[in-house]
C-alpha cells in the first residue's frame, strides 16, 4: 500500500502488472524487482533514476529543465531560473548567474516572512472563530429572551395588541433563522481558513527542509495570495425590540408609570462636605463614593484610607487601606474597593481583606449587583472587560466583544448596574458611556451633546436615570434607561470637576469635586 489514496488496491508495476516496489523518477514508471534491469537497459536522454516507490515523492533535488540529467547548481537571475553546470557554458554563458544557494535562502526567507504572517493572523482568527462559536450556543437564549420581553410587555395591555405580538414574533423567529445562517456560514468559513493556514505551515516546513527551487518558486505566489482575514459579518441582535408594541400604540408612558417622579428644574445644594483628602502629584484630591444602607457615605481619595461620612458632613470612622481610594462599592453592607490586581474588603474589624484576584487583569471600577455578583472593569496592555464574578471570585461571564466580534471597551474605568440589568461604563479612551444588557449585548453609547464632554464616572438610581460626571465640562448628564438625552445637572453655585457620584435615595444624588475635594449633595427629583 504506496499512499492513503492507493489503500484500497495494489499499486501495479506499468510494464509487467506485478506489485510494485520501485519508482523511475526521471520516466514516471511504475517497476517491479525483475522488471527494474529490463527499464535500465531502455536508452534515456534523460537517464534514469531508481528510488523506492513509497519514496517517489521525496525528490530533494532540482533538475535541469534543458539537461534533465543534469542536477541543477547555479540560478541564472537573467532568466530566472535554476541552471547546470552545463548549461553555465553554453545557453547562460553571459547571464547573470549566482550561487544556487543564495536564491534557495533568498526563497526561504520569503516563505518564512508569509508563513510567520498567516501564524500569526491564525490566532485572531482563532479568537474570532471561538466568540462565533459561542455566539452560536448562546443565541437561542438570547432570541428567547428577546421573546420573554416582547411577551412581559404586551401582557400589559389590553387584548387589542393580541395580533401585534404574534406579528413581532413571527419576526423575530426569521431574523434568528437568518441570524444562524449567517454565523454558521462564518463559521464554517473560518473553520476552513484555518484548516487551509495549517496545511501552508506544514508545506512551509517541508521546503525548509528542500532544495527544490522550482517548487519554492511555485509556492511564494500561493502562500502571498493566501487571504489573511475575511470581513466578519455585520449583523447586529435586534434592540428595544418589545418598544415596538409601544410604537403601535403610539404611547411613550414608560418613564412615568416607573415612578411618577420627574426631574427637579432648579437643582439645589443641601450639603456641602469638605473630605479633608490631600492633593496628589496631579491635584487629585477626591475620587469615588459608596453609600451605606444607613445613608452614610464612604469616600476614597488621594490617601491610603477611606473615610465614612454622614449626610452632613460629620466625619464617624477613617479606615487604612493599602492604595488609593479611586474605585468604591459596598456589597454586603461591607465597603470594597480594586487593589493591585485584586478585589479587596474592609471587615468589620477594619481589617483588609482580599476577596480574590484578577490574574494577569488590573481591576478598576466595581459595582455589587442584584442577583448578588460582583461586577469589575479590568484591564491588561490594550485588552479590556468587564467581568461577572461570585463572592469566592469565580468567573460568571466575561463581557468584552459586541456581535461583529469588535472589542466593546478601549479604555474601562467606572461601573453600575441599572434597574433593567443593563450593566454601564465609563469608557475615557473612547470618552462616552457604553451600556450592554444583562447578557452583554451591545445596548447603547452615547458621547456627550458637545465636543466638551469629558466623562469620568456613572451612577444609575431606582427611576432608571442613568447620571454622567463631565469633568472638564462642570457638569452632570442625566440620560434615560435607553441612552438618551435628558437634561443637565448644574445646581446653584456649580460643579467643579465633578469626578465621583453616588444616589442617595429620595431625589439626591452626592457628587465629589476631584480637585477641592469637595462632596455636595443635590436634590435633582421632585418629590
Known amino acids: 500500500m504506496a499512499s492513503r489514496d492507493e489503500a484500497q488496491h495494489v499499486v501495479e508495476c506499468d510494464l509487467?502488472?506485478?506489485?510494485?516496489?520501485?519508482?523511475?523518477?526521471?520516466?514516471?514508471?511504475?517497476?517491479?524487482?525483475?522488471?527494474?534491469?529490463?527499464?535500465?537497459?531502455?536508452?534515456?536522454?534523460?537517464?534514469?533514476?531508481?528510488?523506492?516507490?513509497t519514496s517517489k515523492d521525496d525528490d530533494d533535488t532540482c533538475h535541469c529543465d534543458s539537461h534533465p540529467?543534469?542536477?541543477?547548481?547555479?540560478?541564472?537571475?537573467?532568466?530566472?531560473?535554476?541552471?547546470?553546470?552545463?548549461?553555465?557554458?553554453?545557453?547562460?554563458?553571459?547571464?547573470?548567474?549566482?550561487?544556487?544557494?543564495?536564491?534557495?535562502?533568498e526563497l526561504l526567507k520569503v516563505i518564512a516572512t508569509e508563513n510567520d504572517r498567516l501564524q500569526s493572523f491564525k490566532h485572531e482568527l482563532e479568537r474570532i472563530l471561538e466568540h462565533t462559536t459561542k455566539l452560536l450556543s448562546s443565541i437561542s437564549s438570547i432570541y428567547q429572551l428577546r421573546k420573554d420581553e416582547v411577551t412581559a410587555r404586551g401582557e400589559e395591555w389590553h387584548k387589542q395588541i393580541e395580533e401585534i405580538v404574534k406579528k413581532l414574533h413571527q419576526e423575530l423567529d426569521g431574523m434568528q433563522k437568518e441570524h444562524e445562517t449567517v454565523l454558521q456560514k462564518q463559521k464554517e468559513k473560518f473553520e476552513e481558513m484555518v484548516w487551509k493556514v495549517n496545511e501552508i505551515n506544514g508545506k512551509t516546513?517541508?521546503?525548509?527542509?528542500?532544495?527544490?527551487?522550482?517548487?519554492?518558486?511555485?509556492?511564494?505566489?500561493?502562500?502571498?495570495?493566501?487571504?489573511?482575514?475575511?470581513?466578519?459579518?455585520?449583523?447586529?441582535?435586534?434592540?428595544?425590540?418589545?418598544?415596538?408594541?409601544?410604537?403601535?400604540?403610539?404611547?411613550?408612558?414608560?418613564?412615568?408609570?416607573?415612578?411618577?417622579?420627574?426631574?427637579?428644574?432648579?437643582?439645589?445644594?443641601?450639603?456641602?462636605?469638605?473630605?479633608?483628602?490631600?492633593?496628589?502629584e496631579t491635584k487629585n484630591r477626591l475620587f469615588d463614593m459608596a453609600v451605606t444602607d444607613d445613608n452614610k457615605v464612604w469616600m476614597g481619595g488621594a490617601s491610603s484610607e477611606l473615610k465614612l461620612f454622614d449626610l452632613q458632613g460629620n466625619l464617624h470612622h477613617t479606615v487604612s487601606i493599602t492604595t488609593y481610594g479611586i474605585y468604591l462599592c459596598m456589597y454586603n453592607k461591607q465597603v470594597m474597593y480594586t487593589g493591585t490586581k485584586a478585589v479587596?474588603?474592609?471587615?468589620?474589624?477594619?481589617?483588609?481583606?482580599?476577596?480574590?484576584?484578577?490574574?494577569?487583569?488590573?481591576?478598576?471600577?466595581?459595582?455589587?449587583?442584584?442577583?448578588?455578583?460582583?461586577?469589575?472593569?479590568?484591564?491588561?496592555?490594550?485588552?479590556?472587560?468587564?467581568?461577572?464574578?461570585?463572592?469566592?471570585?469565580?468567573v460568571l461571564q466575561e463581557i468584552q466583544y459586541d456581535s461583529q466580534c469588535q472589542p466593546l471597551y478601549k479604555?474601562?474605568?467606572?461601573?453600575?448596574?441599572?434597574?433593567?440589568?443593563?450593566?454601564?461604563?465609563?469608557?475615557?479612551?473612547?470618552?462616552?458611556?457604553?451600556?450592554?444588557?444583562?447578557?452583554?449585548?451591545f445596548r447603547y453609547s452615547y458621547s456627550g451633546k458637545d465636543t466638551k464632554f469629558d466623562v469620568c464616572s456613572v451612577a444609575t438610581d431606582s427611576v432608571g436615570y442613568v447620571v454622567v460626571t463631565d469633568y472638564k465640562g462642570d457638569?452632570?448628564?442625566?440620560?434615560?434607561?435607553?441612552?438618551?438625552?435628558?437634561?443637565?445637572?448644574?445646581?446653584?453655585?456649580?460643579?467643579?470637576k465633578p469626578h465621583a457620584v453616588c444616589i442617595l435615595g429620595h431625589g439626591e444624588m452626592m457628587v465629589g469635586e476631584c480637585l477641592t475635594g469637595i462632596a455636595k449633595k443635590i436634590k435633582y427629583l421632585e418629590e
Open 16 to 53: 509487467c502488472q506485478q506489485p510494485v516496489s520501485f519508482f523511475c523518477r526521471r520516466c514516471g514508471v511504475n517497476l517491479c524487482d525483475p522488471c527494474v534491469l529490463i527499464h535500465l537497459r531502455v536508452k534515456s536522454k534523460n537517464g534514469h533514476d531508481i528510488v523506492d516507490y
Open 69 to 105: 540529467q543534469n542536477d541543477c547548481s547555479a540560478y541564472c537571475k537573467t532568466c530566472e531560473t535554476p541552471i547546470c553546470m552545463l548549461c553555465v557554458t553554453i545557453k547562460h554563458k553571459s547571464h547573470e548567474i549566482s550561487e544556487l544557494s543564495d536564491k534557495i535562502e
Open 205 to 280: 516546513r517541508n521546503l525548509q527542509k528542500s532544495k527544490n527551487v522550482k517548487e519554492m518558486q511555485s509556492f511564494v505566489p500561493v502562500i502571498q495570495k493566501q487571504e489573511s482575514l475575511s470581513d466578519v459579518s455585520k449583523y447586529s441582535f435586534p434592540k428595544l425590540y418589545e418598544y415596538k408594541i409601544d410604537e403601535y400604540l403610539e404611547n411613550k408612558l414608560k418613564e412615568n408609570e416607573l415612578s411618577g417622579r420627574i426631574l427637579s428644574e432648579i437643582p439645589t445644594v443641601s450639603t456641602v462636605i469638605d473630605t479633608g483628602f490631600p492633593a496628589d
Open 344 to 394: 479587596k474588603m474592609i471587615s468589620d474589624t477594619d481589617t483588609v481583606v482580599t476577596m480574590f484576584t484578577t490574574g494577569d487583569w488590573e481591576p478598576y471600577g466595581v459595582t455589587s449587583a442584584t442577583s448578588g455578583d460582583l461586577l469589575v472593569c479590568l484591564r491588561k496592555d490594550d485588552q479590556n472587560k468587564v467581568v461577572r464574578y461570585s463572592s469566592t471570585g469565580t
Open 411 to 441: 479604555e474601562v474605568a467606572y461601573i453600575s448596574e441599572n434597574v433593567n440589568g443593563d450593566i454601564i461604563v465609563t469608557d475615557w479612551n473612547k470618552n462616552a458611556v457604553i451600556a450592554v444588557d444583562r447578557l452583554g449585548i
Open 475 to 496: 457638569k452632570i448628564h442625566i440620560l434615560n434607561r435607553d441612552g438618551r438625552f435628558l437634561r443637565y445637572i448644574i445646581p446653584e453655585g456649580g460643579i467643579n
